[in-house]
């Protein structure tokens, strides 16, 4: 139970057939130093996202102190966050991949710019890839941003370690991987889209805080190891297929017109390139070719939608596409 007059930090780790993984990113956080200090009861929930393969009872066992909440179907990342986030009472929420180990002063160094800044709804860490790139330590992700052609990106990527100076402030989004957010104003402007199932869910909740008036801001000192895209691949079928839909999607739910134009555009290209370049070659190409495709599909299919979307959050925003749209950058 939290003390009187202390902070109420729910921890979220969504799992899906990495329980290894999971389980060593909660211990990360079961060894989490400064709480006390900083006044913080810290809580931890664990959302197995229908792995069917045991995970759920080797979570528990591993961390009878926690709650594990055992989902029937996968619902992607945001449905896992949001299927915990509907059953805690808590000031803060905070995100952390399951393939990520967290510093043990990560929750009070990215739970403190919230008090100190009481329009910000979300803080961003400082995310470092756990594998050497080039023999050389390098940043996975200081934040959140997009691109003119719409593409979501990690800001920094690959930056060496020793050359990242980035201090703390603004920035233009959130990574999901490692943040927190503040609840009120999840309750204000909604939780994360499941129709995205995976990638760019927090890109869409970064706008729609931004829309309201909430900030988004870096924290350096917040520090966490991360195994790139352990669960998916970024070679997989899940990886592309997602990343291509939703970047279509979400340009078209939130971004200036010739961004979208340039993000269909985009990966209208891609597709026919891949399906001139699959012709008389292998199966793989052919399947390459047949995802792009589907991905394309899948997302002119979804842009009625985004546009309704896109329309209601436009009636209730108290700030203007441009000023977020000022945080985009070049390809």
Not at 106 to 127: D, G, K, N, Y
Not at 186 to 194: H, K, S
Not at 278 to 292: E, N, S
Request: aromatic share 6%.
């Amino acid at each position: 139970m939290a003390e009187p007059g202390s902070t109420r930090v729910s921890a979220v780790v969504v799992n899906w057939r990495q329980p290894k993984l999971t389980s060593a990113a909660v211990a990360s956080l079961d060894a989490q130093t400064g709480l006390a200090e900083a006044g913080i009861a810290l809580s931890v929930v664990i959302v197995d996202n229908g792995s069917g393969d045991g995970s759920p009872e080797l979570l528990r066992s591993r961390h009878p102190e926690h709650t594990v909440i055992e989902l029937p179907d996968n619902r992607g990342f945001g449905g896992g966050v949001n299927a915990a986030i509907r059953g805690i009472h808590a000031d803060l929420v905070v995100l952390l991949n399951n393939d990520a180990v967290a510093d043990e002063r990560f929750i009070a160094s990215i739970v403190a710019p919230l008090a100190a800044h009481p329009r910000a709804a979300a803080v961003t860490a400082r995310i470092l890839l756990r594998d050497p790139v080039d023999g050389v330590r390098r940043v996975n992700s200081t934040g959140n941003e997009l691109t003119r052609s719409g593409n979501g990106r990690d800001r920094d990527w690959l930056v060496p370690v020793a050359d990242d100076h980035r201090s703390a402030g603004e920035v233009a989004g959130f990574s999901g991987g490692a943040c927190a957010l503040r609840m009120s104003a999840l309750t204000e402007v909604g939780l994360f889209d499941e129709s995205l199932f995976m990638y760019y869910e927090d890109t869409d909740l970064s706008w729609r805080l931004r829309r309201r008036g909430w900030l988004i801001r870096y924290e350096p000192g917040a520090v966490v190891t991360h195994a790139h895209a352990s669960s998916s691949g970024t070679g997989s079928d899940l990886f592309r297929f997602w990343n291509d839909r939703n970047r279509i999607v979400i340009s078209a739910q939130h971004a200036p017109l010739p961004v979208l134009v340039r993000a269909l555009a985009r990966t209208s290209f891609r597709a026919a390139r891949s399906v001139v370049a699959a012709a008389g070659r292998g199966d793989d190409a052919r399947h390459d070719a047949r995802r792009t495709v589907r991905a394309l599909a899948a997302a002119l299919g979804a842009l009625p939608s985004a546009w309704a979307e896109r329309r209601r959050i436009d009636r209730s925003a108290t700030v203007p596409r441009r000023s977020v749209a000022a945080f985009i950058v070049a390809d």
